[in-house]
């Protein structure tokens, strides 16, 4: 059992007027704080999903006046709406209560977005204006096609690791396998690209001409859409994590960022790959205790001319800036009450096979009271 921290975690976070919302990893909870603090509001659970749920939300995506929050573990999409602190639901569960698994979202156009499964699910396309989801039939032919290609040596889940887009086509690489596939939407034409490498992609984005890939190892790689040619170069620092120690590549302004993964570094270098820079990261951003097999970072997003990347094991924010190449990071934090009061209903509850189970003497609604009392 591990006990809550004083600091927040989470996958993605959105700006709504003078607010940025998030949706903490830990458990079932929507939290926000104003842009120039650093104290987090609790604003209310989640009111259709599991309360001590992990990790129950990948990304969130504003429409209007909506916060749609995508699950990588949870029953459907929650829409939140700022200005009347109201609720919405939509169920993409399967049927019965299970809770689906997204890895990402591809924006298809202004009210289209489409869900990459994660694990064995259906790709499907959400409609922001009319709130509604189809089931877009693509993993039955990749499925066949990892099958024939031999991409998982009779692993029984399909999984998709990251994904990029570039132009028309759909670029998404193979949970632990050196396959990508490339998908034309309109077509629905499937075709899959076996990188020319041993290695596992660990993630891959996408610019004009070339797909930048990190793996479980310390290479990265630059892959030629257009020649099919691809560059892979070691990273030159010594690596303590050999296990994904880099999160991802990516190219902006000129620059090529690899974002650390279980590694603690942040490296720069150029598209020739035959230059590189290691900052320091900055005063008080560090690994929090007891985290230390765990990725640093787990998902990034830019804005602007910042680049994002959000705490999975570290104290805070992690923020680098392209123009003045800089880091800085931002702790977002919890009172102590709210943690300790937390700590306590966890310790009230017992574990049974991977599953919290609530003690009797400890309800749901006390959590929802005390939480709201705290903060």
Not at 42 to 50: A, I, S
Not at 97 to 108: A, E, M, P
Not at 167 to 173: Q, S, T
Not at 297 to 308: A, C, K, P, S
């Amino acid at each position: 059992m591990r006990a809550f921290s004083h600091c927040a975690h989470f996958h993605d976070m959105i700006e709504f007027d003078e607010y940025i919302y998030y949706s903490e990893s830990s458990f079932n909870g929507l939290f926000r704080y104003k842009k120039d603090e650093t104290i987090a509001e609790f604003v209310d659970t989640f009111p259709d999903e599991d309360i001590w749920q992990w990790d129950l939300h990948r990304r969130i995506i504003r429409y209007e006046d909506g916060l749609f929050f995508i699950p990588l573990n949870g029953r459907g999409i929650s829409i939140y709406h700022p200005y009347n602190n109201q609720f919405d639901f939509i169920d993409i569960s399967k049927g019965d209560g299970q809770n689906v698994h997204f890895s990402d979202t591809i924006i298809l156009d202004e009210k289209k977005v489409l869900l990459v499964p994660q694990c064995d699910e259906d790709f499907m396309v959400v409609n922001l204006d009319k709130r509604t989801v189809e089931r877009f039939d693509l993993i039955v032919n990749m499925r066949e096609m990892c099958i024939d290609n031999k991409t998982h040596n009779e692993w029984p889940r399909f999984s998709t690791q990251s994904n990029c887009r570039i132009d028309d086509d759909i670029y998404i690489a193979l949970y632990d396998t050196s396959y990508i596939y490339k998908i034309t939407l309109d077509r629905k034409d499937i075709n899959v690209i076996k990188l020319p490498c041993d290695k596992h992609i660990r993630g891959i984005s996408g610019t004009d001409d070339s797909i930048w890939i990190s793996f479980m190892e310390d290479v990265v790689a630059k892959y030629d859409v257009l020649s099919g040619n691809i560059e892979l170069k070691e990273i030159p620092y010594m690596t303590e994590n050999a296990t994904y120690p880099y999160l991802s590549v990516l190219e902006y302004f000129n620059k090529v960022v690899i974002i650390p993964g279980r590694e603690d570094k942040f490296i720069l270098t150029n598209r020739k790959m035959d230059e590189w820079e290691l900052l320091n990261f900055p005063a008080g951003y560090k690994r929090e205790f007891g985290f230390g097999n765990t990725v640093l970072t787990l998902d990034y997003r830019i804005v602007e001319t910042n680049l994002y990347m959000y705490p999975r094991s570290s104290n805070g924010i992690l923020i680098y800036d392209f123009i003045n190449n800089s880091l800085d990071n931002r702790s977002i934090n919890y009172k102590n009450e709210f943690t300790e009061y937390l700590n306590g209903k966890l310790a009230a509850s017992y574990i049974k096979e991977d599953i919290i189970i609530e003690s009797v003497d400890y309800k749901i609604i006390d959590f929802l009271m005390g939480v709201k009392f705290l903060l």
